[in-house]
């Protein structure tokens, strides 16, 4: 959508004047449509070959009444021929002037006038509107009549040979017809067959038509309306028609922006205003309808879907309503603009557009008002044999939408005449919503509009409601006196979406303000206003709820330039590359929001909307600004004048708009004082007897004096040629940049959305070609977007890598994580959503699923043999070994089908995919599904993205891409549901038994929770258990109570699997369990890894595409303190570089964000962790020699160290050796430490004790004054070597340094560790 803007050029109030009707020459033309929707209905009753079908030929439907038909309209004058800034599309203006064709009527039902609104897009995104009044002529054309009274004739025939055989099925079955088996069926098909050429009068519809540059709504609708008045009434106006059309033509000009404008209409002056170049762009369409029509908490919601740019498809019996609701809901959208497929009124040959796979707008005009019933299952069409070519084709593209738009899972289904919205599921609320109605409930309330709406109040109570509302404003107790105050919620007690506010408001609470109620705005109108007062209070209403949501925006994005990244480069360079580059710093941003805002902010930064918005804030850097961002940027400016503010950290308190009263007298004063009137219409140069005309009968004008309008005569001609050529100025000035302006259109079409192009499908050609290839922009844009998502989740997961490849930003939140993955999702659904001939539920995805797990569960039946596409692998005879995971899509469905948390189908396509790109296995599944053939012609027609096979393997090879890094999508989101875990218990068989006669047990623990300790069975070293999702796994502590003859045991390490995901974890151990061996200990703490499968293999399996182009794995990086390892001991440096390593490690993991920190357990007692550093420093020159047979440990040192502390205290002999007070507290708290661990009810070995220790330091801060004073104690001379590092002062002075950087954080150590020891 572009804000509205004239045409370059165009100055005149008014392009074109059309007339549309029914073409006397060419008689009644069947629309082809028509026979075809026939087709449709035969193929969906099963109607046999023989059955009598439509003429083909003709286009005709014997089984319709013929007043119901739909037969051709015609532009019969357009005037001017040609505008050259604006030519004139004829079938476009015939097609949207007349959507549903001509239609009959006789004198015995309604032919009220009706009005409505239309636009066309034109390829370059800018904007004409058309404004149309409809209106009954009776038929005079004697062959018309008796071609209507032979139709009538045939449909009578055909009735009486199948009234009981089948329902009478009719045109607008497309949009449902009249119930089939009702039983006033024969009532109705009597009214419809009432007509009689001797009898009735026949009337038939015409139309006369505005085409104008900006949307002057109620202007041209009472322009048009005078003009019908004219023709109707009695009295004949004092000019001839064509003096005002010429008039409006070509002497009233647009009136200047912040300036008003009063022209001659037929019967009296008609006054229009335009926004001012700081204010808010013009609307002119009711905005008070909008609300009315929806209610406030539909349409907020219908705004959030917009916002997020959902498919949002209305639907209503009224074409102005169509398109009020539409402008109106983009309007809102200040100072973002809808950028995909918009379509207001939808012409029924453009239904196929409904299957579009992008976000679009679109409006659906309904037959009866309670249409919607039909909308809710789709059938398999069977077109029939004797139909082909464009006609089958056209068959397949409309029928999958004639009752199933409200099935896909991101379409938003809006029934506007019945008050229904069909939300999708799962996306998330606008920010402080509540508020937000509050603050717009308060300015419908002055106005007397209750928020709920005005659509289902019958005509009593809207009138007691109306008298309601005015004795509370005239009431001098209540409002009249507008210092009087009153709770806003004691207004209206019996609504009940205020009850509704009012209950949520206390629960949270938020305050309920009170609020003044506005006095009759009749008795602060100016009396010299120009308009009416109901007028005047639409365009003030419409004003102050525009700027209460573009005050929403203000305060959201606020900052938002800040987080612009400014290009290095010129305009063509980064036009030219524009799609590889970040614009925004979105991690940044999110990270600078408030908590409530994240939701949705992180889905709406991802937008097309918000991505124009930012290159249209760099463009600006070269070119002029866009108008709305130049108002936006203009009112942050004023907002951080009156605030004082800066950019800082932001809060959700709630800023009302505070601007309403000056919006509102803006507009009042235009009206009040007229800037500018436009020439009185005149008398033309016409011939005597020209311009007359018969009562009730639109004529034909005189196209010799509607051809051209004066030449110069006026000023606006002069300031319109000024004005052009001050235009053409500066164009010629851009041609020397030496930018050429079709490339950089070119750079910029290709650099925003895939569906911009596709803003209002090309309505003057309906080809088969044109629709085929339309469809074929369809998958190729889906493709291309399944490659830009699937790079971004790549460069942004792998974080510094891709950066130092030159790729993308540092780091990725899990927010951003979890949004681009809601991405992935989304696109999936519209991938398998294109082109679908079955829908059953919102998921296509699921759907699809569903259907190939029944066809898989009825060949397993068959085979008698399990569903899996892996072999389980045979456990060895040592049983070391996991078993091999199957990896099946039916039972990966399964689990998910398991799930009770998960409600909806959406939400089931979602859990699966999440759970196929955690275990990678998402492009081989999917796969599978895609090359189903037979599933996949049955459930889809052959344009279809998923018949696609060359497309298709692209697309697999996008998302196997995807298998080069780790996700932990489903395991972090699913965090309540309960999953099998499988652990193996692994002995070094050589060197001890297999099986312990002890009885062992085994505690796992992860992010997420733990499992408490579990008994492993007697002589097994395999168990299965099912907890809470535990997250990744972090440790496992393992025991026995040291039992029966064979108690020692020597273990290897544990294997734990989580059975759903498929993740595994290894905990190595390679230590003793028992007394009386290695360091006694009866019970270990292990910390665990994830173990990477190799996939080499699988890979090229799993896609054609050549082994040589596969994604490459990311290998392990190697620490320098692991290669030193790998060679003996290692020396001095590499132990201080390991120690370095460490503590920047634990540095690193509190400097990211909370939710992204990941276990700290394992780098405090990792392979390369604190603890781990610290043991090569306190065993570096380590007398470790035997003394009476057995092993000196680290942990005997300390003792000896605690040992001679406590007998130096007592003998008050410390005090010259530790220097002080200081050094006695910290002696007493290490000989408290030491002492508590050795007291802990807890078998663990001396190295356990010494692991314990360190972690209790680090997360006391301790440390630090620990090893000095382990270096001064004199135990250390005798236990350790003149060359050790503990005994080197330099060593430990920079030792202490380090570990004080861990001073700024809070450890939090895991319960498994710190278990059952109090200090």
């Excluded at 023989?50 to 007043?67: H, R, V, W, Y």
């Excluded at 290009?567 to 799609?579: F, G, H, I, K, V």
């Excluded at 992860?1006 to 997250?1031: A, D, R, S, Y």
Aim: net charge neutral; glycine share 6%.
């Amino acid at each position: 959508m572009s804000n509205p803007s004239p045409s370059p050029g165009s100055c005149r109030f008014a392009d074109y004047f059309v007339l549309a009707g029914i073409d006397t020459d060419s008689g009644l033309e069947p629309d082809e449509l028509s026979a075809l929707c026939q087709l449709v209905e035969a193929a969906r009753y099963g109607r046999s070959r023989e059955t009598p079908c439509p003429n083909k030929a003709s286009g005709e439907n014997f089984d319709q009444s013929p007043l119901r038909r739909t037969f051709k309209s015609k532009v019969l004058a357009h005037y001017p021929q040609n505008v050259e800034y604006n030519p004139f599309d004829r079938d476009a203006v015939n097609m949207l002037c007349m959507p549903k064709g001509l239609s009959f009527k006789t004198q015995a039902e309604n032919r009220d006038p009706q009005f409505h609104a239309f636009l066309i897009t034109r390829e370059d995104g800018s904007r004409t509107y058309g404004f149309v009044l409809t209106f009954y002529e009776e038929v005079t054309c004697r062959q018309i009549c008796s071609a209507m009274q032979t139709l009538y004739q045939m449909h009578n025939v055909e009735q009486c040979s199948s009234v009981y055989a089948s329902s009478s099925c009719s045109m607008d079955s497309l949009a449902s017809s009249i119930d089939e088996g009702d039983s006033s069926t024969q009532a109705k098909m009597q009214r419809y067959n009432s007509y009689d050429i001797g009898r009735d009068t026949l009337y038939v519809s015409k139309c006369i038509c505005l085409i104008t540059p900006l949307p002057f709504v109620q202007a041209c609708r009472k322009f048009l309306r005078q003009l019908h008045k004219a023709v109707s009434s009695q009295q004949t106006p004092p000019l001839p028609l064509e003096s005002y059309i010429h008039n409006i033509l070509y002497e009233v000009p647009l009136p200047p922006p912040g300036r008003s404008l009063k022209f001659s209409g037929v019967y009296g002056p008609i006054i229009c205003q335009r926004p001012g170049p700081t204010e808010l762009p013009l609307f002119d369409f009711p905005l008070r309808e909008v609300f009315e029509l929806l209610g406030l908490e539909n349409l907020v919601q219908l705004f959030t879907c917009v916002l997020l740019e959902m498919q949002i498809l209305l639907y209503s019996q009224d074409y102005q309503r169509l398109m009020t609701v539409a402008e109106g809901i983009t309007a809102l959208l200040f100072p973002f603009q809808w950028q995909h497929v918009y379509v207001p009124i939808l012409p029924a040959s453009l239904l196929h557009f409904l299957d579009a796979p992008v976000p679009y707008l679109m409006g659906l005009q309904s037959r009866e008002p309670n249409d919607r019933s039909k909308l809710e299952l789709a059938q398999e069409v069977n077109i029939p044999s004797h139909v082909h070519g464009r006609e089958a084709f056209m068959i397949s593209a409309l029928h999958p939408h004639q009752i199933s738009f409200n099935t896909k899972a991101n379409l938003c289904f809006v029934d506007i005449d019945n008050h229904f919205i069909d939300l999708p599921e799962d996306f998330p609320q606008f920010p402080n919503k509540l508020e937000f109605i509050q603050e717009i409930s308060e300015v419908l309330l002055q106005f007397g509009i209750p928020p709920e709406g005005n659509l289902h109040c019958s005509e009593s109570a809207a009138e007691l409601k109306n008298l309601v509302l005015d004795e509370l404003v005239h009431d001098k107790k209540n409002g009249n006196l507008t210092s009087t105050t009153i709770n806003m919620y004691e207004l209206l007690k019996g609504n009940e979406t205020l009850a509704r506010l009012q209950a949520l408001a206390k629960r949270t609470g938020v305050s309920v303000e009170k609020m003044e109620i506005a006095a009759p705005l009749e008795k602060e109108r100016d009396t010299r206003c120009q308009c009416s007062e109901e007028e005047l209070r639409d365009y003030k209403l419409a004003v102050q709820l525009r700027e209460v949501f573009a005050k929403r925006f203000t305060q959201m994005f606020a900052d938002y330039e800040a987080f612009v990244i400014q290009p290095a480069q010129d305009m063509e360079s980064w036009l030219t590359n524009r799609e590889q580059m970040q614009n925004f710093d979105k991690a940044s941003f999110l990270s600078d929001q408030p908590e409530p805002y994240l939701p949705f902010l992180s889905h709406f930064i991802e937008t097309q909307m918000f991505a124009t918005f930012i290159d249209n804030k760099i463009v600006s850097l070269w070119e002029e600004k866009d108008p709305l961002l130049r108002v936006f940027d203009s009112r942050i400016e004023k907002m951080k004048i009156y605030n004082v503010r800066v950019p800082t950290i932001r809060t959700s308190n709630y800023q009302k708009c505070t601007v309403l009263k000056e919006a509102a007298q803006a507009i009042e004063q235009r009206l009040v004082k007229i800037d500018h009137t436009a020439i009185h219409p005149h008398l033309l140069d016409m011939k005597i007897g020209q311009g007359k005309y018969e009562q009730g009968f639109f004529p034909k004008l005189q196209a010799d004096v509607l051809a051209t309008g004066p030449t110069n005569n006026n000023r606006w001609a002069n300031r319109g040629a000024t004005a052009q050529r001050r235009k053409d100025r500066l164009r010629q000035h851009s041609e020397h940049l030496a930018l050429d302006n079709d490339l950089k259109e070119k750079y910029m079409q290709e650099a925003r959305s895939l569906g911009k192009s596709l803003r209002q499908p090309k309505l003057s050609d309906l080809s088969p070609a044109v629709i085929a290839q339309t469809n074929w922009k369809f998958v190729e844009g889906l493709l291309k977007e399944c490659r830009i998502k699937t790079k971004r989740m790549l460069v942004e997961k792998m974080g510094h890598e891709a950066v130092e490849l030159g790729h993308g930003e540092a780091n990725i939140t899990g927010l951003e994580e979890n949004t681009l993955i809601a991405s992935l999702c989304d696109l999936l659904e519209r991938i398998w959503s294109h082109g679908l001939l079955i829908k059953q539920g919102k998921s296509a995805l699921w759907s699809h699923l569903v259907h190939y797990q029944e066809c898989e569960e009825k060949r397993e039946a068959i085979m008698d043999t399990p569903v899996g596409t892996g072999p389980e692998r045979r456990k060895s005879e040592s049983g070391l070994i996991l078993p091999s995971l199957k990896v099946s899509l039916i039972h990966d469905m399964r689990h998910v089908q398991q799930m009770s948390e998960i409600k909806t189908d959406v939400g089931r396509a979602r859990a699966w995919i999440r759970l196929s790109l955690e275990k990678k296995v998402l492009s081989q599944q999917l796969k599978q599904l895609m090359f189903n053939q037979n599933l996949i012609k049955k459930l889809y027609k052959r344009y279809a993205f998923l018949r696609c096979e060359e497309e298709k393997e692209q697309f697999l090879y996008h998302l196997l891409s995807l298998n080069a890094v780790d996700y932990f999508c489903f395991t972090s989101v699913f965090t309540t549901i309960m999953i099998p875990y499988r652990a193996v218990i692994i002995p070094i068989k050589k060197l001890s038994n297999s099986i312990t006669t002890s009885n062992p047990w085994i505690s796992v623990s992860g992010e997420l929770g733990g499992t408490g300790v579990m008994q492993v069975p007697k002589n097994l070293l395999e168990m299965t258990f099912e907890c809470q999702n535990l997250g990744k796994l972090t440790t496992v502590q393992i025991g026995h109570d040291n039992s029966g003859l064979l108690a020692k045991w020597l273990v290897d390490c544990v294997m734990v699997r989580n059975e759903i995901t498929g993740h595994t974890y290894r905990f190595p151990c390679g230590r003793w369990l028992g007394k009386g061996v290695d360091d006694g200990s009866l019970e270990r703490i292990l910390v665990g890894e994830l173990i990477t499968p190799v996939v080499e293999e699988d890979l090229s399996k799993q896609c054609r595409t050549p082994p040589q182009l596969r994604s490459p794995t990311v290998a392990r990086r190697l620490s320098i303190t692991s290669l030193g390892g790998r060679t003996g001991k290692p020396n001095a440096g590499q132990i201080q570089e390991g120690i370095g390593e460490s503590i920047n490690n634990i540095v690193k993991h509190f400097h990211k964000p909370e939710k992204e920190r990941g276990s700290l357990t394992i780098l405090l007692c990792g392979e390369y962790g604190l603890v781990s550093a610290l043991e090569q420093v306190f065993h570096h020159g380590f007398k470790s020699v035997r003394l009476f047979q057995k092993n000196v440990f680290i942990w005997d040192f300390l003792e000896k160290a605690v040992t001679y502390f406590e007998t130096a205290e007592e003998e008050e002999s410390q005090v010259n050796l530790l220097d002080g007070k200081r050094w006695a507290e910290t002696s007493r708290s290490l000989c408290q430490y030491v002492n508590a661990i050795n007291s802990a009810p807890r078998n663990i070995g001396k190295d356990g004790k010494l692991q314990l220790l360190v972690c209790l330091g680090a997360r006391d801060h301790l440390l630090h004054q620990w090893i000095p004073l382990l270096a001064e104690c004199p135990v250390i001379s005798r236990m350790y070597e003149d060359g050790a590092l503990l005994r080197d002062r330099v060593t430990v002075n920079t030792l202490i340094r380090v570990l004080q950087t861990l001073h700024d954080f809070n450890i939090t150590l895991e319960t498994s560790l710190v278990k059952g020891i109090d200090v």
